[in-house]
């Protein structure tokens, strides 16, 4: 069955960087679009950044450009999030998921396929 797995959340201080990695299998991992969102509590879920199935194109929530990057190693079946500069407002749970398309889809509503997500707490 299709699993996708976050990992590398933790509690960091305000500038730090981290690596997000999702890895996926139970599909064909290069026929997915990939997408990163978050969720704070007691907030809706937001769109971060995502990429397109061969890797050639991404894109980016308003307060993830500049200093998130999207990444994605078709040979690993895996998906990174890159982040730089974390802000205290970065704190969320962020869930990878997975769409069938060439597009990239910025909704939640349009993801087929999600992970359990992974805890970032930036403290200040």
């Known amino acids: 069955q299709v699993q996708l797995v976050e990992s590398g959340g933790g509690l960091v201080q305000a500038g730090s960087s981290l690596r997000l990695s999702c890895a996926a299998s139970g599909y064909t991992f290069n026929w997915y679009g990939m997408g990163w969102f978050r969720q704070a509590p007691g907030k809706e879920r937001e769109f971060v950044a995502g990429i397109s199935r061969n890797g050639d194109g991404t894109q980016y929530g308003d307060f993830a450009k500049g200093r998130f990057t999207v990444s994605r190693d078709n040979a690993k079946n895996t998906v990174y999030l890159r982040m730089n500069s974390l802000k205290p407002e970065d704190t969320a749970v962020y869930y990878c998921?997975?769409?069938?398309?060439?597009?990239?889809?910025?909704?939640?509503?349009?993801?087929?396929?999600w992970g359990q997500g992974t805890q970032v707490t930036v403290s200040s």
């Open positions: 998921a997975a769409k069938h398309t060439i597009v990239i889809p910025t909704t939640a509503t349009e993801y087929d396929y």
